[in-house]
Every structure is written in C-alpha cells, then in structure tokens.
C-alpha cells in the first residue's frame, strides 16, 4: 500500500557530505515512523536512524554526531543528512516506513535503496 523511493546516493570522498531522501507516496505519511538502515556487501542490514511520527529521533552509536534525520510532513518525505562520512559508510541505504495499526497488520514499505560509496 506504501511506495517509497529513496535518492541522493553518490560516492563521496572521506570526510564529505551527502543527504539522502526518500518520498512516500501515499496519505498516511504524517502518522508513519520512518526509518532508515544500511546495508554493506555481505553484511547484515543495520538500523540507521529513525524519526517518529513524533518528531523523535534515534541514532546507531556508529553515527551518533554525524548523521542526522529528519521529516517533512508536507513534502512526505524523510532526509538523512550525512557528514563526516567514512569507508564505513559504504553500503546500500533503504527507507522504511511502519504504521502500526490495532486491528489488522501494521503498514510497512521499504524503498528499492540508493547507494552511499565512500572509497579508502
């Protein structure tokens, strides 16, 4: 029921910055939790950060300072705004988005992701 299309991906020297977007398509964004997680080659998908419906934000402890998340409801969309980036940070980003509903399963999208490639 939830489309999501993630953009901004790029490769980018250490130490630079890059922001990521991603648009859901659809009426529900304004209530949605959204998220975003990394994926590296032959490694497991990582949670990112989130942002609440809320406006509450949460960050894994690898890019806690450097990385920052955040929402505009009127746009649909969820930003991660990224600095000081690191080999580290190479992996593919997807958004994710969940509605949680009491009666029946909960609304969930995930993007196709885009890609963040910081060389060594």
């Known amino acids: 029921q939830v489309q999501l299309v993630e953009s901004g991906g790029d490769l980018v020297q250490p130490g630079g910055s890059l922001r990521l977007s991603c648009v859901l398509s659809?009426?529900?964004?304004?209530?949605?939790?959204m998220y975003w997680y990394r994926q590296a080659p032959g490694k497991q998908r990582e949670l990112v950060a989130s942002?609440?419906?809320?406006?509450?934000?949460n960050y894994a402890d690898s890019v806690k300072g450097r990385f920052t998340i955040s929402r505009d409801n009127a746009k649909s969309t969820v930003y991660l705004q990224m600095s000081h980036l690191q080999p580290d940070d190479t992996a593919i980003y997807y958004c994710?988005?969940?509605?949680?509903?009491?009666?029946?399963?909960?609304?969930?999208?995930w993007g196709q992701g885009t890609a963040v490639t910081v060389p060594s």
């Open positions: 942002v609440s419906s809320g406006n509450a934000t």
């Open positions: 659809g009426s529900i964004f304004r209530l949605t939790g």
């Open positions: 994710h988005s969940r509605l949680r509903r009491t009666m029946g399963p909960d609304i969930v999208g």
